[in-house]
């Protein structure tokens, strides 16, 4: 019988922080991109959103996303799945997205 790992969590939301918007620079988690992560298994769904409806980085996001996610310990499928309610609203972003955007000069 073999031996299933439990997918920590913490890990998976610290993984998106490489997950970066190219339009603005910073990454989906202090976006506040991510709305949430299930894991089932060996599978993390990761429900996110895109600060517009026509972006035009949704490949890339996802790819990075599925990219990211796939090296924590334990994962051996991800899916992203994208929704737009709620839409998203720079409200979402985490202090430490608001003070890089600071940063940036916006």
């Known amino acids: 019988m073999s031996e299933t790992k439990t ?3 913490e890990e ?3 993984v998106l922080k490489v997950v970066t918007d190219p339009e603005i620079g910073i990454d989906v988690v202090n976006l506040g991109l991510v709305y949430g992560i299930d894991i089932e298994d060996s599978t993390v769904k990761v429900r996110m959103t895109l600060t517009s409806m026509g972006c035009p980085a949704t490949g890339l996001i996802e790819f990075q996303a599925k990219e990211a996610v ?3 310990d334990g994962v051996d ?3 992203v799945e994208f929704t737009f309610d709620p839409p998203w609203s ?3 972003m985490t202090e430490e997205g608001r003070d890089m955007l600071q940063a940036m000069g916006y």
Do not use: C, F, S, Y
Request: aromatic share 6%.
């Open 7 to 9: 997918i920590n969590e």
């Open 12 to 14: 998976v939301w610290e």
């Open 70 to 72: 796939g090296t924590v």
């Open 77 to 79: 499928d991800v899916v």
């Open 90 to 92: 720079p409200d979402r």
